[in-house]
């Protein structure tokens, strides 16, 4: 998972566990805000008939500009009120109140922000009072309220912190109550202008749409013959790349086919995105936020705390489809292999999408999101103007803490599993089995040093004991390189093992079939649920050395069980696995996989950021959430692929070598699992495996 989410999950989790109240323990500060009534009304009533000097909101310093205009506006809307103007009133009736539900977890009341927003009051003719939104942070306790509030915009967050500090001298004879006005929430109506890096994000992806739509037009108004399309033509247009797209191919056609991977792959995806909807639900606005405490106990927990195995099955399909594909066209050029044309094969097909994905999540998520948690820019921001281009060198995940993309984490250890795939390669084509054997030690060494990293450091994995960690245990064994390269390296070999032994037939008894499957299924449910009796709250604690083994060994058995599950799908013994994993419909989503997986936390972030009210957690309204999100992923995913992932791959097909190379063996046919697919696909298997966390 990605590792903010987690973290704030984390956060979240101890601030709800610490406002966890037994019968007799509602806190005091709760018991007096419980005799406020609406917060608006409070603030109406008190100004309703003050006076300015009742205001002193600058004593003792001298008033600047900006005081004097707060001041003005506040006089007009303290007048206006009095006479029960109507936008004064609707000032008023914008504002939260103390929510309902405050013991049950619900931390946020909103009010009405597009009511607030849109106040625009013409004082006269060059000026205007504009309605200025902005969250009320009211502190009970470790769990602050955030409330919005509404006044004009000319007055500062301190100018209302001032007013606010004279409401609560009035209503509890005190100042000290620590409420106070958040500057970083506040938001009006103004539009703010473009900037250049905004301006030049629409212009590029406007250009590229641009030249797609000629070349459709063309392609479909002017081409009665689909085979005499100019390539450039064919390149760019979308009714070309869509066939490839969506065509559907008999798995019969080709016998190096691996069908049941496109439904591995497929299945992994979604499990990535539910598990981070699931996470982004967690830490929503929710009215119900202490769910979460005994949501976190719960066995259906189990899929979303432990979906890094989704991340693994991707890693394990790179590495066999890396080894299968390379060897075959080692085997076909007598082991000549082209690295560096091999590197920048990949670098092409990658980069370029995954730098639009910056722009557009630097620039864009601003454009196109407004509401109470609107506030600010997306949560990577910083990270992206600081170091974008960690990114892009795929070392993010060791050269800064904060990555920008948080899920290009991945990419990351791909990469980097991909630059030293060629020594593997070349010691397999020279030395056959030994290297493999060499390999499997390589496996067994990178396990150990991850298993070492927990004992000497003492990390656990279990959520309870993350709460009361200072210490961000999941990225120091999440993000780094070798703590995935097991799957990996298992995939490799593997896929080594079916270049071996490609079309022969395995003759296998009906008992060590079911023993496959029966030991298999074991192992998936020990992955996920082996933890779930420890990982209730009141449950004694595993040892370091219990969950050493535990996460150690069910990394190296879940691609084990991925082994045999294509192996047996392969052999004819997946039964009802195999109709379901080899299924025709999933090759379209899993050639737009690697677009869906850059592309599903903007739509998430997106849809979080639009909130006008508070949600309710619970497992169906997650996946109600899911389906939205998803579906509005595929749209966008598809739009994007057709702009930008299917042109670019086309002229990375011409610009390759007309000699039979290893990059000629990058094809879509091959890659993924043989399909003879039209030349301007973009390839998705071996060279991004992209679909994952």
């Known amino acids: ?193 473009w900037n250049s890096m905004q301006i030049f994000t629409v212009v590029l992806l406007g250009l590229m749409g641009s030249i797609v739509a000629l070349c459709t037009m063309y392609d479909y108004f002017l081409c009665q013959d689909q085979s005499q399309i100019p390539v450039a033509v064919k390149i760019f247009s979308a009714r070309a790349s869509s066939r490839a797209l969506f065509r559907i191919v008999d798995s019969k056609s080709n016998p190096n086919i691996i069908s049941c991977l496109d439904g591995i792959r497929c299945m992994s995806l979604i ?26 106990v719960q066995p259906f927990s189990s899929f979303i705390l432990h979906g890094f195995f989704s991340v693994d099955s991707f890693f394990f399909i790179g590495g066999l489809l890396v080894a299968m594909v390379a060897l075959r066209s ?85 990469m980097q599993l991909y630059i030293i795939s060629p020594l593997l390669l070349i010691a397999l084509y020279k030395w056959g089995k030994k290297a493999a054997a060499g390999i499997v030690v390589l496996i067994v060494l990178v396990s150990s040093c991850l298993f070492a990293t927990m004992m000497v450091n003492n990390y656990s994995m279990l959520l309870k004991n993350r709460v009361k960690s200072e210490e961000d245990v999941g990225k120091k064994l999440y993000s780094a390189t070798h703590t995935h390269a097991a799957p990996w390296l298992i995939g490799f070999v593997f896929g080594y093992f079916l270049h071996l032994n490609r079309g022969k037939k395995f003759q296998l008894s009906r008992i060590a079939v079911w023993s496959g499957w029966t030991i298999s299924l074991a192992m998936i449910f020990t992955s996920i649920f082996a933890l779930y009796p420890a990982a209730q709250w009141s449950a004694p604690p595993l040892s370091t050395l219990e969950e050493s083994f535990h996460y150690t060994l069910t990394r190296v058995a879940w691609p084990l069980v991925l082994c045999w599950i294509v192996f047996a799908c392969m052999q004819g013994h997946g039964g009802l696995a195999n109709s379901f994993l080899s299924s025709p419909l999933w090759q379209p989503l899993s050639r737009l996989s690697y677009s869906v997986y850059i592309w599903h936390i903007f739509f998430q972030e997106v849809n979080i950021r639009n909130l006008r009210t508070n949600t309710y957690l619970s497992d169906y309204n997650a996946m109600l959430k899911f389906w939205s999100d998803f579906g509005f992923t595929l749209l966008m995913s598809y739009v994007l692929y057709i702009i930008i992932e299917a042109p670019l791959g086309g002229l990375d097909g011409l610009l390759r070598p007309k000699r039979k190379s290893i990059l000629a063996d990058f094809q879509p046919h091959q890659l993924n699992d043989g399909r003879n697919l039209d030349k301007t696909e973009v390839p998705r298997e071996a060279e991004k495996t992209a679909a994952s966390e």
């Open 330 to 414: 080692m085997e076909k050029s007598k082991g000549k292999l082209n690295v560096p044309l091999m590197y920048l094969h990949r670098f092409i097909r990658i980069v370029p999408i995954l730098a639009v994905a910056i722009l557009v999540y630097m620039n864009l998520m601003t454009l196109i999101t407004d509401g109470p948690l609107a506030s600010g820019e997306f949560h990577g921001m910083k990270e992206c103007e600081k170091g974008w281009f960690w990114t892009l060198l795929f070392v993010q995940n060791y050269a800064t803490s904060n990555i920008c993309l948080d899920h290009s984490w991945y990419l990351a250890v791909d």
């Open 1 to 193: 998972m990605v590792n903010v989410l987690v973290t704030l999950f984390v956060c979240g989790l101890a601030l709800v566990g610490a406002a966890q109240l037994k019968d007799g323990d509602v806190p005091q500060d709760y018991q007096r805000l419980m005799a406020l009534r609406s917060l608006g009304v409070e603030f109406a009533e008190h100004f309703r008939n003050a006076s300015l000097s009742d205001l002193d909101l600058f004593q003792p310093r001298i008033p600047s500009q900006e005081d004097l205009l707060c001041m003005a506006d506040m006089a007009e809307f303290m007048q206006a009120l009095t006479t029960g103007k109507l936008w004064a009133v609707k000032m008023i009736d914008a504002w939260g109140s103390i929510p309902s539900g405050v013991l049950f977890g619900n931390q946020f009341h909103f009010g009405n922000f597009d009511e607030c927003v849109e106040i625009s009051k013409e004082i006269t003719s060059s000026h205007r009072i504009n309605g200025k939104y902005c969250f009320l942070i009211v502190p009970i306790d470790s769990w602050p309220l955030k409330i919005g509030s509404c006044f004009p915009a000319s007055c500062s967050a301190a100018h209302m912190d001032t007013i606010i500090g004279q409401l609560m001298l009035k209503l509890f004879n005190s100042s000290t109550t620590s409420i106070r006005i958040s500057e970083t929430s506040c938001q009006t109506n103004e539009s703010k202008p």
């Open 271 to 296: 499990w990535v995105i539910f598990g981070h909807e699931y996470l982004l639900s967690l830490v929503a606005p929710n009215m119900n936020a202490s769910k979460v405490v005994s949501w976190a």
